[in-house]
């Protein structure tokens, strides 16, 4: 379950502590577990992991807590993350189906503020952030 709440709150707390670190997403895993993505322009090594799980210590009061790497299913948060990936291939889960689909699977061509476009084996479709439950990079071409 992705939480954006929680996810401006780590934010926030790695502005200043770690600058440089881009928190991609925060999900709860089950009731106790936490997983941060995270991002570094140098790429992300255990050392980054471990200093900002130091940074977190706090949280592990009430819930274990893993930091990683996106990895090559990165996940697509924001509006940035969609316009920086313009021209990849991306899966976007729906929290409601969209005329009989849950998800679409295709390029990303477009991402304004409000809603990311993409080329799917369906047609070309714009969908409002607001629907997506989540989304990420998906290998191979595009």
């Given at each position: 379950?992705?939480?954006?709440?929680?996810?401006?709150?780590?934010?926030?707390?790695?502005?200043?502590?770690?600058?440089?670190?881009?928190?991609?997403?925060?999900?709860?895993?089950?009731?106790?577990?936490?997983?941060?993505f995270i991002?570094?322009?140098?790429?992300?090594?255990?050392?980054?992991?471990?200093?900002?799980?130091?940074?977190?210590?706090?949280?592990?009061?009430?819930?274990?807590?893993?930091?990683?790497?996106?990895?090559?299913?990165?996940?697509?948060?924001?509006?940035?993350?969609?316009?920086?990936?313009?021209?990849?291939?991306?899966?976007?889960?729906?929290?409601?189906?969209?005329?009989?689909?849950?998800?679409?699977?295709?390029?990303?061509?477009?991402?304004?503020?409000?809603?990311v476009t993409?080329?799917?084996?369906?047609?070309?479709?714009?969908?409002?952030?607001?629907?997506?439950?989540?989304?990420?990079?998906?290998?191979?071409?595009?």
């Amino acid at each position: 379950m992705h939480t954006p709440q929680l996810q401006t709150d780590i934010e926030q707390r790695l502005a200043s502590a770690e600058p440089e670190v881009e928190v991609l997403a925060c999900e709860r895993v089950g009731a106790e577990r936490l997983r941060v993505f995270i991002d570094h322009s140098d790429g992300v090594s255990l050392a980054l992991c471990e200093r900002v799980t130091e940074h977190l210590r706090d949280l592990l009061a009430q819930y274990s807590l893993e930091v990683s790497s996106p990895g090559p299913q990165r996940p697509l948060t924001k509006p940035d993350h969609f316009r920086r990936f313009i021209g990849r291939k991306a899966r976007v889960r729906l929290r409601e189906p969209r005329d009989g689909h849950k998800s679409y699977t295709g390029e990303l061509v477009g991402a304004s503020d409000d809603e990311v476009t993409v080329a799917a084996e369906y047609g070309v479709v714009a969908i409002p952030y607001s629907e997506i439950n989540r989304s990420h990079l998906v290998e191979g071409e595009g």
